[in-house]
Structures are given as C-alpha cells and as structure tokens.
C-alpha cells in the first residue's frame, strides 16, 4: 500500500477552529484530507477552518501523500481552553483515528481493485 504521512499539530498566529492542509495538485492526499478532515470536524466540534492546499515543506517533501493537520488555536482563549478537556482531546484523537481507518480501506479497496482483471 505504500507509505503515508499525518502531521499533527496546534495552530497560532491569530484564529481559531481547526484546518488541514495537503499539497496542491496532490491527489492520493486530498482524498485522504477530505476523510480525515470530516472524521475531525464531526468529533471535535470545532470551528471549521475548511480544508486547504499550501506549498508547505513538510508536505513537499514528504515524496509521498501527506496531510498536515491543525487542532485549534493555542493562542486562542477559546481554543486554548479546550486543550484543557480530557474529554475534548479523546474527542480530537478519536477523529484522527476514523480518519484514518477511512483512508486505510479506501486505500485498501484501491490496492485489490488494481490486482482484479
């Protein structure tokens, strides 16, 4: 199936919500962002800061699909608040988490289809 990348991470410099970014024009990571973002947005019941495609390095130069999330604002009182919360973080974690089983069996439905015929 190949190797993948998830970059977990907490956001500043002014915002709040959640977000995730994959490199432009890749197509194997937007289907994967489109996954995991809904699976985060839908547990976290965070602001959604939509889905997003940027040149950032760790993305670029990954050499394979990559995804880079962005949980919320530390410098957000708000968002700062909720990184207090057990609860919120299991909820966070969680999100990653059938996220990424989504992406495995579409992966894994991806990977039979290609031996079939």
Not at 7 to 33: L, R
């Amino acid at each position: 199936m190949g190797s993948r990348l998830l970059s977990i991470h907490i956001n500043a410099g002014g915002g709040a919500g959640y977000e995730d970014f994959a490199y432009p024009n890749s197509s194997k990571s937007i289907v994967y962002q489109n996954m995991i973002h809904s699976e985060i947005v839908k547990q976290s019941d965070m602001k959604d800061c939509r889905k997003k495609q940027e040149n950032l390095h760790v993305l670029r130069k990954s050499n394979m699909p990559a995804i880079l999330t962005e949980c919320g604002f530390i410098d957000n009182k708000g968002d700062a608040a909720k990184f207090k919360d057990d609860e919120f973080i299991e909820k966070l974690a969680v999100g990653h988490v059938n996220g990424l089983v989504k992406a495995f069996i579409w992966m894994k439905k991806e990977s039979s289809n290609k031996n079939c015929c």
